[in-house]
């Protein structure tokens, strides 16, 4: 996006009173299972007691656990049952499992958001379908857009999934003294979202403080709930304290590989002590669209809005991009709300 259109959406956000979104609630949100992963019905009730997730919320169904990919006819077939069994009170659906994370050629966020669709997906450096998501003031999708934005509950570990849901948990309310951090990396594809920056920092930095740092590394900070930076594999990042509730990602090809390939995982932002991140399962070519943006990011989750909100509202092509994070974590949320 060119600065002057971020300038035009950033002027449009700004004008946004603090705290006016209500948070996502817990009988908005479905829980997939997938019964053949031994640790899913485990993340499930984790996250159903932590967060109060009516039962009748809780959907199982089957899916091979042990592929990092299924295909559009297998999650086609799933995908039916799923819809048949949300109540209609539900407008997001939480994945309780790390495997599988990709559609054919959707990650498997977007495939349960908007249902299979190749409009989603691209050979090569082209533009997808975008999302009606994107930078929408709909507090209820699935009402107003017959879509459920999706997350994933994954992670290196059960343990970790753990931890990233206690953090998210503990996020609520808290209100944090807390820095973005926007890297200006040395890698020039990598770092396409550099140019939003500044315009970024001039709108925000009375929300919070917003730091612009050229280099390829963020050392030793204690105060991280927001980390945006551009490259294959990101160093050092376990030396920074992670607030709770703190978003993270670096723009690359394959970082929602989850597992395997020569670029860092997303998840490896989650061993750090990060609450959510994006990565692409599929060759996305720089495009910034393909990415969360910064600036809504940060006003949207600053505003008030659930992680899944933000962060989701942030991505403008998100069919190949997965979601992984604690989907209700609030910790700009109004505590009256």
């Known amino acids: 996006m ?16 603090p705290n006016i979104f209500a948070r996502v609630t817990a009988q908005q949100i479905a829980i997939v299972v997938n019964t053949a992963d031994k640790d899913s019905h485990l993340i499930a009730d984790y996250y159903r007691d932590k967060r109060g997730i009516p039962e009748e919320n809780i959907i199982e169904i089957s899916l091979p656990s042990d592929k990092p990919t299924i295909g559009a006819e297998k999650f086609s077939s799933v995908f039916q049952q799923v819809k048949n069994r ?28 908007f249902g299979f669709d190749q409009a989603y997906c691209a050979k090569g450096c082209k533009a997808t379908q975008q999302s009606s998501f994107y930078n929408s003031d709909s507090q209820a999708p699935n009402e107003d857009l ?3 934005p999706t997350m994933m509950l994954a992670g290196s570990s059960l343990k970790q999934v753990l931890a990233m849901i206690d953090r998210g948990v503990a996020s609520d309310h808290t209100i944090p003294v807390a820095s973005a951090y926007l890297m200006s990396t040395s890698d020039k594809a990598r770092n396409a979202r550099a140019r939003r ?30 980390y945006f930076t551009g490259l294959k594999k990101v160093k050092a990042i376990e ?10 990602d670096h723009l690359t090809s394959s970082g929602g590989n989850l597992f395997g390939g020569n670029q860092m995982s997303i998840l490896r932002w989650l061993d750090a002590g990060v ?4 990565g692409t399962v599929v060759e996305p070519c720089a495009f910034t669209q393909k990415f969360p943006n910064p600036g809504i990011v940060i006003e949207r989750y600053t ?17 190949q991009g997965v979601f992984v994070g604690e989907l209700m974590a609030s910790p700009y949320a109004d505590a009256v709300q």
């Open 2 to 17: 060119h600065v002057s259109r971020l300038l035009a959406v950033t002027v449009l956000l700004a004008g946004f009173s």
């Open 86 to 113: 949300t109540p209609d009170a539900v407008q997001y659906y939480a994945l309780a499992w790390s495997k599988p994370f990709k559609v054919d050629c959707m990650s498997i966020t977007s495939a349960f958001t």
């Open 146 to 148: 017959n879509i459920r």
């Open 197 to 226: 920056y500044p315009v970024i920092q001039e709108l925000l930095a009375k929300k919070i403080d917003i730091q612009q740092i050229n280099s390829d590394v963020l050392e030793n900070k204690d105060d991280v709930m927001f």
């Open 239 to 248: 030396s920074n304290q992670y607030l709770p509730g703190a978003i993270a």
């Open 275 to 278: 609450t959510a991140s994006y």
């Open 303 to 319: 505003n008030g809005e659930s992680l899944i909100e933000a962060y989701w509202k942030s991505v403008a092509w998100p069919g």
